[in-house]
């Protein structure tokens, strides 16, 4: 294996455990004897809670406690759930509403839990839950993604939690009055429901003294705070642990009711006590992602070159505020704002609307799929009205190889690229010259064949900083402790791997140690794509100081301070060599524990930023509408690859959940605020049958921003899938007069734009609903 993070693929160690059953799972893990909790969760979408009566179900057989939202406040137990809010654009602070663990007072969204029940068994419990007494006297619900409708919260008027803006608008308005042309495009991007393959879960316990709240989760230090604060203990006294987890996506990320009720029941009955969501309640009470219409205009000049870009998005939040809810189409989409395009004038307004859904927060990319999905239906519809093609008007307009460190017009400082090797690459590896044979020979069949292209950037989040710390262990294993948290993205495969590459050390003997509050102090979780990158770099800095502290020891052992490299020290003039581990070895015969366990902290210097074109083909069937994605390819820069495979398995999986939300996902509310989509079988969440064969190559431009010259690759492939399917739809549906579509592209939708087109074309426009 070469070093600097250009590895080989090799089998991820984890699977074999995953693949016969032996991965450990919230629920695999609970105490044994751990009571069970059931939530109570409003049955409608809003309404003031005028009584509420839990005596008759304290009273219930195995019941040890009953608790509404004033049981918590009794018990000193704050009730807020934390999140952050932005700024609107006239400085002032966005709406701040409470958001209890508990209902208090009113429900706002079918879900919301607002009585908890404890007990010996999930059966007694839920028996005693329906034994709970409760009057709700229903409001008018507001689901229109649009400022009005009735109020949910006195602190948002018109139900609006902010308004944000970006860029210069009076600049922008003076761009388009000269415009030579002008192009504006309304989208709608589907909310959609995560679906992780395990459930949201957790449990907590007390010894008497500290709290133990383990859950499945992106990250522990966070969580470790909220529970300290909310049950006014310090921060020592709470360990917060996550052991395996079957998918996050961002949706795992939050502090959600139940974990917050769970460590209080633990302290007060002195008991553990366990809850795991079956499917439908995940449905219900899981944040949700994406939900947004945006409203996009482009001015060109002459040449088509962009002159100004304009946007006008307006998001649901949900009831209440998540986490990131308010930063995700605002502060954090912009950070791609323009893509990989060489526009300085902009102007986007943002605004945040409350409805009585369930919360909306990140999903796979968080916000940057959204803020490509509107600029790249946006391109493509240019391309198409101004009849040039889609290739030639990104290359026009792509930032070009030599403006690199590049400011962006939302402040971002893209540190290399090289937009028209890529774009040229994927257009070989996608066969675009061979297209319109593939074209007419679909024509043949009776089919409509399109080609949609994608070019997308992705900013890297969250927190540039993190720590590694190497442990040798006595049985000569060696224990690697990280600051992230895997998902299942193979961090015990990638992660060991780079260890054993930088050190020899054989990659069996290296246990990948993460998750654990006590165990390791700091850490910045998974998301935003920051895991490999920033966790890598930690690693790298361990190393050196580990080496440098095991040379200077050997100084005298080998007569020479020794120079280490191939895995080994070699003192100058001498044959003897001696590996890391053997260093460690003599290290502990001579008592010297402190060369058993180093630790270092990094910072990145700036992020990076993964770019890439994604080319999709679709046919559809005009008699039904039904579309297939028939051929796939992606071209990423992801800079130096640590393990492509990995890398590989990232970007499909990504495609995988673009291409659901673009085709069949779509989360349905009813005009009362009811859930129709509880379950997947009114949930269309993507098959394997429905899923093409992805071509995926790599034309890596190294980062410069960290010292392996990498780039993550977690969240690009969701972020270039929803436009090139969308485009590549309308591509198809162009020849028979459709000019819109939006997600999800089901054929009950496809059918109905062919069926208004045709209708509009014989001119009985008005027959057609």
């Known amino acids: 294996m070469s070093r600097f993070g250009e590895s080989q693929s090799i089998k991820r160690l984890e699977d074999i455990r995953f693949l016969t059953g032996g991965g450990h799972y919230v629920d695999d893990v609970a105490p044994a004897g751990a009571l069970h909790a ?77 009585a908890a029940v404890i007990a010996e068994t999930m059966d007694q419990a839920r028996d005693a839950a329906e034994a709970i007494g409760f009057d709700l006297e229903e409001l008018p619900v507001h689901m229109e993604v649009a400022p009005g409708g009735p109020e949910i919260h006195a602190e948002a008027p018109e139900n609006v939690a902010y308004d944000w803006r970006l860029g210069d608008a009076a600049a922008a308005e003076a761009a388009f009055a000269r415009a030579a042309h002008r192009v504006k495009l309304r989208l709608e991007d589907n909310r959609i429901m995560v679906g992780s393959m395990e459930p949201r879960g957790a449990f907590a316990e007390w010894d008497g003294a500290r709290l133990h709240l383990a859950f499945g989760g992106q990250g522990v230090w966070n969580m470790k705070g909220w529970i300290a604060k909310a049950l006014g203990l310090e921060a020592e006294q709470v360990q917060i642990t996550t052991p395996d987890v079957g998918g996050g996506f961002g949706m795992k990320t939050g502090p959600y009711p139940e974990y917050f009720v769970l460590a209080h029941v633990a302290r007060a009955l002195n008991k553990p006590v366990r809850w795991i969501a079956d499917r439908t309640e995940a449905m219900l009470s899981d944040n949700g992602g994406r939900d947004l219409v945006s409203t996009a205009e482009l001015a060109l000049d002459d040449d088509y070159r962009i002159t100004a870009y304009r946007v006008d998005i307006v998001s649901n939040l949900g009831a209440y505020n998540s986490v990131f809810g308010q930063a995700i189409q605002s502060s954090i989409s912009s950070r791609v704002l323009t893509g990989t395009y060489d526009v300085q004038c902009v102007d986007v307004r943002a605004r945040g609307i409350y409805t009585n859904t369930t919360q909306v927060d990140a999903y796979r990319g968080a916000g940057r799929p959204e803020a490509i999905y509107t600029l790249e239906r946006t391109m493509d519809m240019a391309a198409r009205e101004l009849g040039l093609d889609p290739f030639e008007l990104r290359r026009r307009n792509f930032i070009p190889p030599a403006a690199f460190p590049y400011k962006s017009a939302s402040g971002e400082t893209y540190d290399v690229g090289d937009f028209p090797r890529v774009l040229g690459r994927l257009e070989q590896e996608a066969d675009v010259a061979g297209f319109a044979t593939r074209r007419a020979e679909s024509e043949k069949a009776g089919k409509l064949r399109g080609l949609g292209l994608c070019y997308y950037i992705e900013a890297i989040l969250g927190d540039p900083s993190e720590g590694a710390t190497v442990e040798f262990n006595e049985d000569g294993t060696v224990n690697l402790y990280v600051g992230t948290q895997s998902n299942g993205q193979g961090h015990e495969t990638v992660y060991a791997q780079f260890l054993s590459d930088r050190t020899g050390i054989p990659i069996e003997q290296i246990k990948v140690i993460q998750g654990d509050s006590d165990r390791i102090a700091r850490g910045g979780g998974t998301g935003g794509s920051r895991s490999v990158t920033v966790q890598s770099a930690a690693t790298l800095a361990t190393v050196d100081k580990m080496v440098a502290a095991f040379a200077d020891f050997l100084e005298d052992e080998m007569g020479a301070k020794p120079e280490f490299d191939d895995g080994a020290f070699r003192a100058p003039g001498s044959n003897r060599t001696m590996t890391l581990v053997e260093a460690a070895d003599l290290a502990r015969e001579q008592g010297r524990t402190e060369l058993l366990r180093h630790e270092e902290r990094t910072k990145l210097e700036g992020r990076s930023y993964p770019n890439g074109g994604h080319v999709a083909e679709v046919e559809i069937d005009p ?43 779509r989360v349905v509310f009813d005009e009362a605020g009811q859930l129709l989509t509880a379950t997947f079988m009114d949930y269309a969440m993507p098959r394997a049958d429905t899923m093409p064969m992805i071509r995926f190559t790599t034309e890596p431009v190294p980062s410069t921003t960290n010292p392996l010259g990498m780039k993550g690759c977690g969240e690009a492939g969701t972020v270039g899938a929803l436009a090139a399917v969308t485009n590549a739809a309308l591509d198809a549906l162009c020849a028979r007069g459709v000019r819109a579509v939006d997600m999800p592209l089901t054929p009950e939708r496809v059918w109905g734009w062919l069926r208004d087109a045709a209708a509009e074309d014989t001119g009985e426009a008005g027959a057609a609903s």
Not at 86 to 102: H, I, Y
Not at 647 to 654: C, F, I, L
Not at 656 to 663: D, E, P, R, Y
């Open 38 to 114: 059931y939530f109570l969760r409003s049955p409608v979408a809003h309404a003031e809670i005028a009584a509420l009566d839990l005596d008759d179900a304290r009273e219930m057989p195995g019941v040890h406690m009953v608790l509404g939202a004033e049981d918590l406040v009794a018990a000193g137990v704050d009730l807020a759930i934390p999140y952050i809010t932005v700024k609107n654009a006239d400085g002032s602070d966005a709406a701040a509403p409470l958001r209890p663990v508990l209902a208090q007072g009113r429900v706002r969204y079918v879900g919301e839990p607002f």
């Open 623 to 665: 008699e039904t509408g039904a579309l297939e994605v028939v051929r796939y390819t992606v071209t990423d820069d992801f800079g130096n690859l640590m393990h492509p495979m990995l890398a590989q398995g990232q970007v499909h999986g990504g495609v995988a959940q673009g291409l659901g939300q673009a085709v069949t996902e």
